[in-house]
């Protein structure tokens, strides 16, 4: 089913090519209902009419220029996403990793030049924390701090990362000391669990990190644009970032990517310091541009976090002995379920049986995991509390199957 693409996916035996608002629909015309969302991606949902508008619009004027230019879609959509953010500046790229890489070699800069300043010890590490997730290139690989991510085949890692472990009050002086430039985190970890941070540790943390003259970095390629129900998870925290990196929903399903500065991260980068061919090119910022304005409209942020309380107070009414956690923040979902008690083996256990169940017009439900013990959920944010309801059957009726999964 994998056709010639690289077996680095393995991906599961369902060939999609239709999209509606919630959900897909196969080859075979067989319609599941959509809780991945293009992992976070397909924050508007399939086909919404909005972003399609807006990508036709832009198709039939420009698609691509290089940045040796600017486009008046680029210049539209970063004061848009900057006023609503409240960042100073923008770095258009094409993925989270990307993102990612342009904070990391920003925070390098930012410390080489620190250091410089004070003639001190070279600034260079970075903090990250346990479990976290920053992507898969080799310096985003390095920034992630979960042992399987780092298999000796893709060895040597960059190396300058440090790792905390979340709730570890005891180790700030060691850890956060003068040679750390930037303290990199996800607001609630996607891929490391769907794990929420304790605001009071985080804020701890962010405090620690200041104190010892490092940038904050906050990844919200998942959590951002509105997944948690704000625009960026790190607004409830009480934490003021001093780079935020965002992709996933940035574009509704362009790939895009974007690094964003305030402060005294704003001027780190000079011309040719860092770039992207493809970077903030028209087709993606017209994208970004119909999200942001979609996010934009009364009520729709609140919806997200009542949706997403609706969905967790659900899962625990089923009252099910194995389902051990829920967690999350808006329709950033997870559950954790242990392989005894007559419960699943495993997350992707769950993941393939609900794409074989079916409740009245749909063959199945779509879901994805984090980790072999997690079950998450990451809708498109406009989903309805109808199609929420007949996929939280789906995934109730699987449960529930006598047949052990
Ligand atoms: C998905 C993700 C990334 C990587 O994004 P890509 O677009 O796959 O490179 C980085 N950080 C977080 C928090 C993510 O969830």
Known sequence: MTGKIINNYGSLPIVFSQGNGSVLTDISGKKYLDFVSGIGVNCLGHNHPALVAALTEQVAKQIHISNYYNSDVGLAFSNELLKLTSMDR??????????????????????????????????????????????????????????????????PYLPGFRTIAANDYDSFETIFDETVCAFMFECVQGEGGVNLLDPKWIQAACKAAKKAGALLIVDEVQTGMGRTGTLLAVETLGITPDVVTLAKGIAGGVPTGACLARGEATPVFIAGDHQSTFGGNPLACAAGMAVLKEMNKPGFLETVTKNGDYIRNKIGEWNLPFITSIRGKGLMIGFDIIGTAGGPATAGHVQRACLETGIGDFTGLCVTTAGPQTVRFLPPLIINREQIDTGLEIMHTVLTNKNPL
């Open 90 to 155: 923008v770095f258009f790229c094409n993925s989270g990793a990307e993102a990612n890489e342009a904070a990391i070699k920003l925070a390098r800069k930012y410390g080489h030049t620190e250091s410089q300043k004070t003639g001190k010890a070279e600034k260079k590490t970075i903090v990250t924390i346990e479990k976290s997730f920053h992507g898969r290139t080799l310096a985003t690989l390095a920034a992630t701090a979960q042992d399987k991510f780092h298999p000796e085949a893709f060895a």
